[in-house]
């Protein structure tokens, strides 16, 4: 993927149907490592939210990370009532590296399958609708090294570019730390070759 639909940030929120809680909390998952870092935070977020809530009845979760490697739990409540409706809320916003816990305490009264779907449903739609949507770029942040005399060429290239600088630092040479699109990167790499501009370290990313 070149870039992926996520959500802003952290969001929590709560909903009483029919006496019980449903506290539904999102998360953006950053692991930068693959599958499996995103995978270990999702079960990290998990499990603090089973320590904040530790005397709740249900915790009920889904997550996605991309279209290969998705999860789904009912913790407990009839199979098919609670991850699922979850998952399927995630799925319809096309979300990826997104993680939703909705956590229920138990009113005393039964919902039956069609009201625990629904409940669910509710309560993670109500999360995401407070999360927000952001849209993720793969980028590469670089430093790239230069003497005094080239800093107009690379200002040129910069705005060329469209990079953005995320920092500088002016001594014997002037350094800036710099963001640009990947797919762009080579051939801006090539002009700053070009001019003997070295670059003297870079990393991928997703802004």
């Not at 929120?13 to 449903?22: M, V, Y």
């Not at 089973?50 to 913790?75: E, L, P, Q, W």
């Not at 919902?111 to 409940?119: E, I, K, T």
């Not at 350094?175 to 003297?200: C, D, R, S, Y």
Request: charged share 25%.
């Amino acid at each position: 993927m070149k870039t992926y639909k996520s959500i802003s940030g952290f969001a929590e929120t709560e909903l009483i149907i029919k006496h019980s809680r449903f506290i539904g909390e999102a998360y953006p998952l950053k692991g930068t490592e693959g599958p499996r870092s995103l995978c270990k935070e999702a079960k990290k977020y998990l499990a603090e939210t089973m320590v904040k809530y530790k005397d709740a009845t249900h915790y009920c979760y889904a997550y996605i990370i991309d279209d290969g490697n998705m999860r789904a739990s009912d913790d407990g409540e009839p199979q098919g009532t609670a991850g699922a409706p979850i998952l399927s809320v995630l799925k319809k916003r096309n979300l990826h590296k997104t993680l939703v816990i909705v956590t229920r305490y138990y009113g005393g009264v039964n919902l039956g399958r069609g009201g625990l779907v629904s409940a669910y449903t509710a309560a993670a739609s109500a999360v995401l609708d407070i999360a927000g949507v952001k849209i993720f770029d793969q980028s590469i942040i670089a430093k790239i090294k230069f003497g005094y005399e080239l800093e107009k060429i690379v200002e040129q290239i910069i705005k060329k570019y469209e990079i953005c600088i995320l920092g500088a630092e002016y001594h014997e040479a002037i350094t800036f730390e710099v963001t640009a699109p990947q797919e762009k990167w080579q051939e801006v790499k090539n002009t700053l070759a070009g001019f003997k501009i070295q670059v003297e370290s870079e990393r991928s990313c997703w802004l």
